[in-house]
């Protein structure tokens, strides 16, 4: 990590305009997500998160899909913006696949009856941090990303396209890139409404 977290925690935003400048080459984006995979907590240590890292014409296949499925649904009029939307997150050097392995959320459930309804709440909330892990990676490399959610509609087509196990229930898409244009500035709620300091 070139900053330290805190920096890196700070530095993390939500960027757009990407580009294919090779700013890190895939065997670096490689290892940094499977260090978040691997790093990153899961509930009773269950690892039910599994990651797809799409290269190039790989991830351009993704935002086909997208595409495809956005023109079925969005009216004809409208279909410009949304076309250029998905050519920005398209214009990067990948995309990131985050999924839970629907298998092993349902095996918790089964076998620890006491937490059953907690374990779907629990898979979302480690694959959330999971999220923020790669995502804060990518940018301390000097990469931006931003977080989607194309699912459900694109999940049909990805697992026609890629033929990833059924259980595998995609969450969130992370398209990254080389930077084009820095993240504008960011409003923030006073802490003091959000946070509470009992004791100490
Ligand atoms: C759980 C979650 C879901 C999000 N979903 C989307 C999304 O579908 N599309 C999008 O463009 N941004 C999405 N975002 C990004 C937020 O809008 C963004 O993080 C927030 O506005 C703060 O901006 P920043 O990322 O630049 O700090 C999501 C963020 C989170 C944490």
């Not at 960027?15 to 294919?20: E, F, T, V, W």
């Not at 790669?134 to 301390?140: A, G, K, Q, R």
């Not at 697992?159 to 059924?166: D, E, H, L, S």
């Given at each position: 990590m070139a900053r330290n977290f805190m920096e890196a925690v700070e530095n993390r935003r939500?960027?757009?305009?990407?580009?294919?400048?090779?700013v890190a080459d895939p065997g670096r984006i490689q290892e940094l997500v499977s260090f978040a995979l691997k790093h990153v907590p899961s509930p009773f240590n269950s690892q039910s998160a599994r990651i797809v890292v799409l290269?190039?014409?790989?991830?351009?296949?993704?935002?086909?899909?997208?595409?495809?499925?956005?023109r079925k649904i969005v009216p004809a009029d409208a279909f410009a913006a949304t076309e250029e939307k998905i050519a920005s997150f398209d214009a990067g050097l990948g995309t990131i696949l985050f999924f839970e392995d629907q298998a092993i959320v349902e095996g918790l459930m089964n076998k620890f009856s006491l937490y059953k309804?907690?374990?779907?709440i629990w898979s979302l909330q480690s694959n959330g941090m999971l999220e923020f892990a790669?995502?804060?990676?990518?940018?301390?490399e000097g990469l931006g990303a931003s977080l989607q959610?194309?699912?459900?509609?694109v999940d049909e087509g990805v697992?026609?396209?890629?033929?990833?196990?059924?259980s595998w229930?995609?969450?969130?898409e992370m398209p990254f890139g080389s930077v084009e244009t820095p993240a504008g500035t960011k409003e923030f709620l006073p802490l003091a409404e959000r946070m509470k300091v009992i004791g100490g």
């Open positions: 939500s960027i757009y305009a990407l580009g294919r400048r090779r290269f190039g014409i790989e991830s351009n296949k993704f935002w086909t899909i997208a595409r495809d499925e956005l309804d907690n374990f779907p790669v995502w804060t990676m990518l940018e301390d959610h194309y699912n459900p509609l697992r026609k396209a890629w033929n990833f196990p059924a229930k995609l969450l969130a």
